[in-house]
């Protein structure tokens, strides 16, 4: 007898053991890009991001996307400069995937190793730190990839004959929420 | 045979074995394999997922491939730390820590990410797919915009030359070689220029795409270098017959002078625009 009520409390507790699948949502983005040359300094910005993350057994998914377009310098003419040398007509997306434990939104800094997709090209960033804080049920996400040219084997754009340095970090601002 | 003989016979059998036995069939045994199923993160197997298997000492790599079941096997593992990654098409790769204990198996399930593709995100394929065309077009675009800055910029050269010439060739000055330096300056100015002019005017115009910036004081400053710089020389011209036969400059060739430095400024400026932030 006690040996069937322990088996029933067993089968009845399995669901609750499993872990509950969870998704986040991109719900604002300010992704910020900035170029170095000796006579200019240019930020381009997007707020075009769109992400999701999917979350199973304990461990999360994400996958962020922007187009390389939407990227917006104040100066046409150097959008679309900007959007020759990294192959944006070609490879019109920039995708980021990283995949993290569902722990890791209980502490103040992230390291996420990032996985970049860009100018057809695919680098590798690891342990990048992102601040964040949780407020009204959303997530605010702060950091910058150390992105370089180099690792898209972009050739830098230069004006008047001088190139642009090799660095073009990106400061990422993101607000996430948690969806059941 | 004596006991002793019968030992050493048996030795020497084992020792013949050792040597016999195929080199892969020795080095099996040696490690430890790691084993499991690679699923997605709904459970589902993954078939003919790649595994990288790295040892965190030596930074040697093992790789391996799922079967169409999903289940893979590293075998001869020798003890240690490992980093697993595995990846799968259309998935992230996921990477994760184990460490390798002596023994015949190990097993360790592993999870790649499949499931989120840019079409989650709303994207539509109009948006995520690229066109080689269009990217052609932007680099023939640059390409001739880059040969409009070159020119532009070697334009400059003379023209600024041709502004300190014009110092001896009008006015009072009656020199005749002035006045030719000033021209034969002027000429090759206005042929560079020129050639700078039609690489900015045949580069490719990118549909869909608002002028704005720096880049759109550029083009309102051509509006001003461009005509005048067809009207200095002409201007130049009238001035030079009058020169020429003794007159006083006269009429709306006067204007040549004004024209001239008017149209340097604009040029000067539009170089600036693009060049320098304001």
Request: proline content about 5%.
């Amino acid at each position: 007898m006690i040996q069937k009520i322990l088996i029933a409390c067993l089968l009845a507790g399995a669901p609750a053991l499993a872990q509950t699948d969870s998704q986040w949502a991109l719900d604002q983005s300010t992704l910020t890009y900035h170029v170095s040359h000796p006579l200019h300094q240019t930020e381009g910005v997007s707020h075009a991001a769109r992400g999701k993350g999917v979350c199973h057994a304990g461990q999360c998914d994400f996958l962020i996307a922007v187009p390389v377009k939407s990227f917006d310098s104040g100066d046409s003419n150097r959008d679309l400069h900007m959007l020759q040398v990294t192959r944006g007509a070609e490879f019109p997306m920039v995708t980021v995937r990283t995949h993290l434990p569902e722990t890791a939104g209980s502490s103040a800094t992230i390291h996420a190793d990032l996985e970049v997709q860009f100018a057809g090209q695919t680098a590798k960033y690891k342990q990048v730190a992102f601040e964040q804080g949780t407020q009204g049920g959303v997530t605010r996400i702060t950091g910058t990839i150390p992105a370089t040219l180099s690792d898209f084997k972009i050739d830098p754009p230069s004006l008047l004959s001088m190139p642009v340095k090799n660095e073009i970090p990106i400061r990422v601002e993101m607000t996430w929420r948690k969806q059941k | 045979m004596n006991a002793k003989a019968a030992k050493s016979l048996l030795g020497a059998w084992i020792l013949a074995l050792a040597f016999l036995l195929p080199a892969p069939l020795r080095a099996q045994v040696a490690g430890t394999a790691l084993t499991g199923m690679v699923r997605d993160a709904s459970g589902k197997a993954v078939p003919h997922a790649k595994i990288s298997v790295k040892n965190v000492a030596t930074e040697q790599t093992v790789e391996a491939q799922a079967d169409s079941a999903g289940l893979y096997i590293v075998p001869n593992l020798m003890p240690g730390d490992y980093e697993v990654s595995v990846a799968a098409e259309g998935s992230s790769a996921n990477a994760t820590k184990v460490t390798i204990t002596a023994g015949a198996k190990q097993t360790m399930n592993l999870v790649v990410g499949v499931g989120l593709s840019l079409s989650d995100l709303g994207f539509s394929p109009g948006q995520t797919q690229g066109s080689a065309e269009e990217q052609a077009r932007l680099d023939k675009r640059s390409h001739m915009l880059k040969l409009h800055q070159r020119f532009g910029l070697i334009a400059a050269v003379p023209l600024i030359a041709t502004v300190v010439a014009s110092f001896g060739a009008g006015g009072k000055s009656t020199s005749s070689a002035n006045r030719d330096l000033h021209v034969a300056l002027g000429s090759v100015a206005g042929d560079l220029y020129g050639i700078s002019a039609y690489y900015a005017i045949r580069a490719p115009k990118i549909q869909g795409t608002e002028t704005r910036g720096p880049i759109k004081l550029h083009k309102i400053l051509a509006w001003i270098h461009g005509p005048g710089m067809i009207m200095t020389p002409i201007l130049g011209a009238m001035a030079f017959n009058q020169k020429s036969s003794g007159e006083k400059v006269h009429g709306i060739a006067s204007a040549h002078g004004a024209v001239g430095i008017v149209t340097a400024a604009a040029y000067g400026l539009a170089i600036l625009s693009v060049s320098v932030k304001f």
